[in-house]
């Protein structure tokens, strides 16, 4: 089944700890991004990566780092200089980084911090 | 950078009517324009998208609309049905990298029976 596993798919924080969110996909796509997802404020761009060893900031970065070391996995630590992490994070993959493709999206992990 | 409205942040309709959502855009230089539906608790899906050299299209009971020069553009869903039930989403894209997407900061369509 080709498509995008996002895991944990729940994770609870402890202030001050760092945590990370898996991302993989068997999709063979070039692409691959972080969102941030809010009640009422639409799907904000963390980070992305147009091919292996690369990625950029997106809007939101501050308090966020990533890596891709694999094509095919673009993990996500939320680390403690994140003022605000308890929210829904979606990855999401396209085939090409040109902006103008279709986005896959992983099922998402919440994450809540005690 | 881009700037995407949409509206409403709720709508309501009976089942069997029509539902329109309208988004508008600030930079002129975008010029490809997704939909996605999230139903609760999944990811988003894309529904239909649209290009800046084309004024419409049409899928079956959804259809997407783009006026260039008043810089919106609008989501038609005819015929409503229970399963219609999801956030909804418009984004632009200037086509000139990953960072390029904007998305807007969704509708709630709610069908009622």
């Known amino acids: 089944d080709g498509g995008i596993t996002q895991s944990p798919k729940y994770l609870f924080r402890k202030e001050g700890q760092n945590v990370t969110l898996s991302c993989e996909q068997n999709?063979?796509?070039?692409?691959m991004y972080w969102y941030r997802q809010d009640p009422g404020q639409g799907l904000r761009l963390i980070y992305y990566s147009q091919i292996v060893n690369d990625f950029q900031k997106g809007d939101i970065a501050e308090g966020y780092s990533v890596s891709r070391e694999k094509k095919e996995s673009f993990p996500l630590t939320v680390t403690s200089a994140q003022k605000n992490p308890t929210a829904f994070y979606l990855c999401?993959?396209?085939?090409?980084?040109?902006?103008?493709?279709?986005?896959?999206f992983g099922e998402g992990s919440r994450l809540t911090v005690l | 950078g881009e700037n995407v409205e949409q509206h409403p942040s709720t709508l309501s309709v009976q089942e069997g009517d029509s539902a329109v959502i309208k988004c508008t855009y600030s930079?002129?230089?975008?010029?490809?324009f997704p939909w996605y539906k999230q139903e609760l608790g999944k990811r988003p899906q894309l529904i239909i998208d649209i290009r800046s050299n084309v004024g419409e299209k049409k899928d079956q009971r959804i259809a997407v609309t783009l006026n260039k020069t008043a810089k919106h553009f609008s989501l038609h869903i005819t015929e409503t049905q229970p399963e219609d039930s999801a956030v909804y989403f418009c984004a632009a894209s200037k086509g000139r990298g990953a960072d390029g997407l904007t998305f807007g900061k969704g509708t709630h369509l709610i069908i009622q029976p």
């Open positions: 999709l063979n796509h070039d692409a």
């Open positions: 999401a993959s396209s085939r090409t980084g040109t902006g103008s493709g279709e986005l896959f």
């Open positions: 930079d002129s230089a975008s010029n490809y």
